[in-house]
C-alpha cells in the first residue's frame, strides 16, 4: 500500500482560509526588522502567509491582521511596496 504524503496546510491571514503551503505567499520579517515578500519560502524570521491576490492582502492590512501576524507595526510605503509587488505576481 503506497504511503500517502500530507501535505502542508497555510492559514491565509486575508481569507482566513487553510490551503497548501506552494499555494500561498510568505510575507517576512526580517531579523533586521525588514518587512518583506519571500519568495523562497525559507528566509529566517517570522512569516506570515497570504494568497497571491491583492484582495487578501488589503484585507490583511485593513484588518491589521499582517501587523498582528508579524508582531510589528508596518509603515504605509511598506504596505504600497507590497501591494505593486503583488501585482507583479
Do not use: F, H, N, W
Amino acid at each position: 500500500m503506497p504511503r500517502v504524503r500530507k501535505i502542508p496546510q497555510r492559514m491565509c491571514i486575508g481569507c482566513q482560509e487553510m490551503k497548501a503551503k506552494k499555494e500561498l505567499i510568505r510575507v517576512v520579517r526580517t531579523p533586521e526588522e525588514y518587512i518583506e515578500i519571500d519568495s523562497t519560502g525559507k528566509r529566517s524570521g517570522r512569516g506570515a502567509y497570504i494568497c497571491p491576490s491583492e484582495a487578501c492582502l488589503e484585507k490583511a492590512i485593513k484588518g491589521k491582521r499582517l501587523e498582528k501576524a508579524l508582531k510589528q507595526p508596518i509603515a504605509r510605503e511598506i504596505k504600497d511596496e507590497l501591494l505593486e509587488r503583488m501585482k507583479q505576481i
